[in-house]
């Protein structure tokens, strides 16, 4: 399966941004509907958005519609997450994922290890 090592958290202000990045080994990355999943403390891990496997369809959580936007470059074998105007609520380890099923957004396929976004108010 494909391997995912996440990048790019950090500690940020309120109203600031941060680009995550997920790096993928593996020649079937392409193959795959990627997304973008988070876990706050004492919550559990919900999802954020997914891209599909050519990039022309996106989905996103309700909470962050108009402030995240995921893109792929399979040639890079990279997954983005940029996250402008966060909030304190957008606090959580944020993970990447691979074969992530549309609408039910269960994962079939590989996790991240996760990567920290901390948004101070």
């Known amino acids: 399966q494909v391997q995912l090592v996440e990048s790019g958290g950090g500690l940020v202000q309120a109203g600031g941004s941060l680009r995550l990045s997920c790096a993928a080994s593996g020649r079937l990355f392409s193959t795959y509907v990627m997304g973008w999943f988070r876990q706050a403390p004492g919550n559990e891990r919900e999802f954020v958005a997914a891209i599909s496997w050519n990039g022309g369809s996106t989905y996103y959580a309700d909470s962050v519609k108009g402030r995240f936007t995921i893109s792929r470059d399979n040639g890079k074998n990279t997954v983005y997450l940029q996250m402008n105007n966060l909030e304190p609520e957008d606090t959580a380890v944020y993970y990447c994922?691979?074969?992530?099923?549309?609408?039910?957004?269960?994962?079939?396929?590989?996790w991240g290890q996760g990567t920290q976004v901390t948004v101070s108010s």
């Open positions: 994922a691979a074969d992530v099923v549309l609408g039910s957004w269960d994962v079939y396929g590989s």
